[in-house]
Nanobody
Framework: QVQLVESGGGMVQPGGSLRLSCAAS????????MAWYRQAPGKKRELVAR???????TYVDSVKGRFTISRDNVKNIVSLQMNSLKPEDTAVYYC?????WGTGIDYWGQGTQVTVSS
């Protein structure tokens, strides 16, 4: 049974930092790409960052230089370090396992709220 469990969300002031973590289970984590998405109120869910099984990472332009995605293949955790947070980063952040077992089906975590406000 696949599980993706996020943690680390919360409220922070502009310019602050948060670290999100996603504990994965139920599949061979080390051989799969993982991703973080976010969805702000009234907006479509967007891909924030993705990391391949070989540790190659990509980011949406709006977070480049501020966010870092990483993975721990021993603990089966994918993390998102978010620095220099802005109010427009406010959203629910979701951990994602894309194209599970090559089926085209994605698995999602339950989401964690990030609020950037003074």
């Amino acid at each position: 049974q696949v599980q993706l469990v996020e943690s680390g969300g919360g409220m922070v002031q502009p310019g602050g930092s948060l670290r999100l973590s996603c504990a994965a289970s139920g599949f061979t984590f080390s051989t799969n790409a993982m991703a973080w998405y976010r969805q702000a109120p009234g907006k479509k869910r967007e891909l924030v960052a993705r990391i391949s099984s070989s540790n190659k990472s990509t980011y949406v332009d709006s977070v480049k230089g501020r966010f870092t995605i990483s993975r721990d293949n021993v603990k089966n955790i994918v993390s998102l370090q978010m620095n220099s947070l802005k109010p427009e980063d406010t959203a629910v952040y979701y951990c994602n396992w894309p194209n599970a077992w090559g089926t085209g089906i994605d698995y999602w975590g339950q989401g964690t709220q990030v609020t950037v406000s003074s």
